[in-house]
């Protein structure tokens, strides 16, 4: 997954205005939202879970785990 500038979102913006997040992720695949402006979640289609291969019996903090470690560096990147 690739993470872009224009996906980032603030949590007070995504919280007020969900819908939109929603859209940003049908349209660009993604969306990275801010707490204290670093990356703090990532909401991507359901679907993009079946290509990764997680299995659907794991919890979400394991799914989370495997997410943030395939992609430390671009997260790392981000929270500068």
Do not use: W
């Amino acid at each position: 997954m690739k993470v872009n500038i224009e996906n980032l979102v603030s949590i007070s913006e995504a919280n007020q205005n969900f819908s939109k997040v929603a859209r940003m992720v049908d349209e660009k695949g993604s969306a990275v939202i801010l707490k204290n402006n670093k990356p703090k979640y990532v909401i991507i289609k359901y679907g993009e879970l079946e290509v990764e291969n997680i299995a659907e019996d794991q919890d979400v903090e394991e799914v989370a785990k495997k997410i943030m470690s395939k992609h430390l560096k671009a997260f790392k990147a981000l929270a500068k």
